[in-house]
């Protein structure tokens, strides 16, 4: 059985992993500063009361952390379903990686680089329409372009020569 010490270690050590500090947790919880401190270092026990509220404290930012990378792992693996074993990230601005939004309009332009019949791709265009309704990466913009796009190859509007001859 572990003791409180090696409880509030753990505790400590993981929040710290994600990005909370020990001043912000005591801040939070209304401990004077340095108390969790001396309780990792064994210096002093904390009461149950105490003990009971970063147990609590704990599970609320963990549980909450694990829950944003679990929507953040299944968005990507859905994403990478599209492209293959490309990376996807949530920030275009991120070094490596493509917006989810480049990886749909590129697996669009893909579809219909050969012009074929909208029979032949009418599913997958669907199938890149809901992905953009349910990406929450994506801005309205971004989603209203997809999805304006694959309604219009569907419909037989996508590039048709009455528009480009109107231009």
């Not at 490309?86 to 990886?103: M, Q, Y």
Request: glycine share 4%; net charge positive; charged share 30%.
């Amino acid at each position: 059985m572990s003791t409180q010490k090696e409880e509030t270690v753990k505790m400590v050590a993981a929040l710290k992993a994600s990005k909370i500090s020990v001043s912000k947790i005591e801040s939070e919880l209304g401990f004077s500063n340095g108390l969790i401190g001396k309780a990792v270092k064994g210096e002093l026990e904390l009461s149950e009361q105490k003990f009971e509220l970063l147990v609590v404290f704990f599970k609320e930012k963990i549980v909450v952390n694990e829950q944003k990378q679990t929507e953040t792992t299944s968005v990507i693996n859905e994403l990478k379903g599209i492209v293959g074993n490309e990376t996807i990230v949530k920030k275009k601005n991120e070094e490596e990686g493509i917006h989810p939004f480049d990886v749909l309009l590129r697996k669009f332009n893909k579809l219909i680089d050969n012009a074929p019949s909208v029979n032949s791709v009418k599913k997958e265009l669907n199938e890149i329409s809901e992905l953009a309704k349910q990406n929450h990466i994506l801005n309205f913009w971004q989603k209203d372009a997809i999805l304006k796009r694959c309604d219009n190859y569907i419909n037989g509007s996508y590039c048709s020569t009455s528009k480009l001859n109107q231009i």
